[in-house]
C-alpha cells in the first residue's frame, strides 16, 4: 500500500514535471516566436526609418543652390518638388508614401496653402484605404491630417467625418500622437460649427491623452490646454479659460523662459483672447502686445502669424476702447489676408471687427467696405457666429447711410435665425433693430424691442451694454424725456469707468447726452 502510494506520488509528480517541462518548452518557443516577430518589427521599421531619412535627406540636398542655379529653395518650393517625388520614389513602399505625404499634407496647411494640403492629403487616405498593407496608425494619422486640413478650408462637416474615422482607427492602436491630433481635430471641427459643449468633451479628452503620453508638465500638454481654454470660453465659462490659459503660459515660461519656442506666443495668445472674453480686455494688452514682439521676432512682420497676432491684438483693443488702435491693427491683418490668403477662414473675422471698428469711429463709408464681403464670405463658409454680427453691423450702417427700409428688411430676415439658435448677438440684435424704429418715427415699436432686450444685458458684453443703454438715451430723448434721457446716459458712463474704457468713443457721446439742454 505504501509502495503503490508512493508510486502514485510519484506518478503524479512525474505528470506535474511533465506538464511543467511542456509548458516551459512551449514558452519558451512563445517567447522565441515573439522575440522573432519582434525583431522583424524592428527591422521593418529601422527600414522604414532610413528609407524615410534617406528622402528626407535626399529632398534637402536638392534644395542647395548648386543644385537650383545658384538659387535658395523656400519651403514652399521644397515641399513642391517633394510631392511629386514622393508618389514615384517610395511607389514601392506604400506605408512609407502615404507617411511621407502625410508629413509633407501637414506643412501645406501649416504654412497656409490649403488647396495643395488637401490634394495630397485625399491621395494619402483614398492610398492608404484601398491598401490592407498600409499600417492602421500610418492611416488614421492621415484622416486625422486631412481633418485639419478640411477645417483650414471651412469644409466642417467632412472634417469632421475625417477625424472619426480617423478616431475609429486610432483608439485600436496604442494611445499615440495620431489619437491626440485626431481628438484636437474633432473638437476644433465642433468647435467652429458653435457645438462648444460637445467640443469641450472632445477636448478634455485630449487633454488627458496628452497628459497621459507627454505628462502635466510638457510642451504638448500645456498646448493642448491652451486649447481648452479656447473651448472653455465659448462655452461661457470664464473664470475656467483663464486658468486654463494662466496655466499653460506658466508651463510654457518654465519650459522656455527665453520665449524662444512659438508655443509660448500661442498661450500669450490664449490668455489674451480668454481674459477679452471674459471682458477684462485691459488686462489682456500687456500679454498681447508681448505676443506681438516676440512674433516679429521668430516669423517677421511678413508672417501670417503676425496677421494672427495683430488681428487678436485688435480685437482685445477693440474691447478696451481703444478704436483707433484697434482700426489700424485690423487693416493691417486684413491686407495682409488679402494680399497672402484671400481664402483664409479669418478673412470674415477680420473684416466684420475692421468694420466694427470704422462704424465706432464714425467711418460709414469705410465700414460697409469691410463689412459687405464680411456677410458674403461668411455665408459662403457657413460661419453662423460671423453672419449674425455682419448682419447686425451692416443693417446698423445702413441705417446711418439712412437707407432705413433695407436695414429693417435685412435685420428682421436675420432676427428670427438669431432668437431660435439662441445667439448671443441677440440683445445687439435688439438693439439694432430698435434703433430703426427710432429713426423710422415708430417709438413704440422700439420701446417694446429696448424692453425685450433689457434683461439680457445682465452679464453681457459691456460695449453692447452700453450701445443699449444709448439708444435707451436716444429714444427717450425723441420722446421728449430729458431725465430718462440725462439718466440712461449716465448709466452708460458708469459701465465705460467699471471696466475702465473710457477711451472709447462712446464716452464723448454719452458725456453730451447728459450736458445737451432740454428742448
Do not use: C
Request: hydrophobic share 45%; glycine share 6%.
Amino acid at each position: 500500500m505504501k509502495f503503490v502510494a508512493r508510486n502514485r506520488v510519484m506518478e503524479a509528480v512525474s505528470t506535474i514535471a511533465l506538464i511543467a517541462l511542456m509548458a516551459g518548452i512551449t514558452g519558451t518557443l512563445w517567447q522565441a516566436q515573439k522575440a522573432f516577430l519582434a525583431a522583424k518589427l524592428a527591422e521593418q521599421n529601422a527600414q522604414r526609418a532610413t528609407a524615410a531619412r534617406d528622402f528626407l535627406a535626399s529632398m534637402l540636398s536638392g534644395a542647395s543652390p548648386e543644385q537650383n542655379g545658384g538659387k535658395d529653395m523656400s519651403v514652399r518650393d521644397l515641399l513642391d518638388k517633394a510631392s511629386k517625388r514622393v508618389s514615384t520614389e517610395l511607389s514601392m513602399q506604400p506605408d512609407l508614401r502615404v507617411a511621407m505625404s502625410t508629413v509633407i499634407g501637414k506643412t501645406y496647411t501649416e504654412l497656409a496653402a490649403p488647396e495643395e494640403a488637401l490634394a495630397i492629403l485625399k491621395q494619402a487616405v483614398v492610398g492608404a484605404d484601398q491598401n490592407d498593407a498600409i499600417s492602421t496608425t500610418t492611416r488614421g494619422n492621415a484622416h486625422a491630417e486631412y481633418a485639419v486640413a478640411l477645417i483650414a478650408r471651412s469644409e466642417l462637416d467632412q472634417a469632421e467625418q475625417e477625424a472619426n474615422t480617423a478616431l475609429s482607427l486610432l483608439r485600436t492602436e496604442p494611445v499615440g500622437e495620431p489619437l491626440a491630433s485626431a481628438l484636437d481635430g474633432l473638437a476644433t471641427a465642433m468647435y467652429l460649427q458653435g457645438r462648444y459643449a460637445e467640443a469641450l468633451n472632445v477636448q478634455r479628452e485630449a487633454l488627458q491623452t496628452a497628459q497621459m503620453l507627454y505628462g502635466s508638465e510638457g510642451e504638448q500638454y500645456a498646448e493642448s490646454l491652451l486649447e481648452m481654454a479656447y473651448f472653455l470660453s465659448a462655452a461661457q465659462q470664464d473664470d475656467a479659460a483663464v486658468d486654463a490659459s494662466r496655466q499653460s503660459l506658466a508651463i510654457l515660461d518654465r519650459l522656455f523662459p527665453d520665449a524662444s519656442n512659438p508655443a509660448v506666443t500661442r498661450a500669450l495668445w490664449a490668455l489674451g483672447q480668454t481674459l477679452s472674453g471674459a471682458n477684462r480686455e485691459p488686462e489682456a494688452l500687456p500679454y498681447l502686445r508681448r505676443a506681438e514682439v516676440d512674433v516679429v521676432r521668430i516669423y517677421g512682420k511678413d508672417s501670417l502669424k503676425y496677421m494672427r497676432s495683430v488681428q487678436i491684438l485688435g480685437v482685445a483693443e477693440l474691447g478696451a476702447g481703444d478704436v483707433g488702435a484697434a482700426e489700424r491693427h485690423l487693416a493691417v491683418a486684413d491686407d495682409m489676408l488679402n494680399r497672402q490668403a484671400p481664402d483664409h477662414p479669418l478673412r470674415s473675422i477680420v473684416l466684420a471687427n475692421l468694420g466694427e471698428a470704422r462704424l465706432r469711429n464714425g467711418d460709414i463709408g469705410g465700414a460697409a467696405l469691410a463689412l459687405r464681403p464680411a456677410l458674403e464670405m461668411a455665408r459662403k463658409t457657413k460661419r453662423e457666429d460671423v453672419v449674425d454680427k455682419a448682419t447686425i453691423l451692416v443693417a446698423r450702417t445702413l441705417a446711418a447711410q439712412a437707407e432705413l427700409n433695407e436695414a429693417a428688411a435685412l435685420l428682421d430676415e436675420r432676427l428670427a435665425s438669431i432668437r431660435s439658435t439662441k445667439s448671443r448677438f441677440l440683445l445687439p440684435a435688439l438693439v439694432a433693430r430698435a434703433a430703426i424704429y427710432r429713426q423710422q418715427g415708430q417709438l413704440e415699436l422700439a420701446t417694446t424691442r429696448l424692453d425685450e432686450a433689457q434683461p439680457l444685458a445682465t452679464g453681457s458684453n459691456p460695449d453692447v451694454h452700453i450701445q443699449m443703454l444709448l439708444e435707451q438715451a436716444r429714444l427717450a430723448d425723441a420722446k421728449q424725456q430729458v431725465g430718462a434721457r440725462i439718466d440712461f446716459a449716465r448709466q452708460a458712463l458708469e459701465v465705460l469707468a467699471e471696466f475702465g474704457i473710457q477711451q472709447a468713443p462712446e464716452s464723448k457721446i454719452a458725456q453730451e447726452m447728459v450736458d445737451k439742454r432740454g428742448d
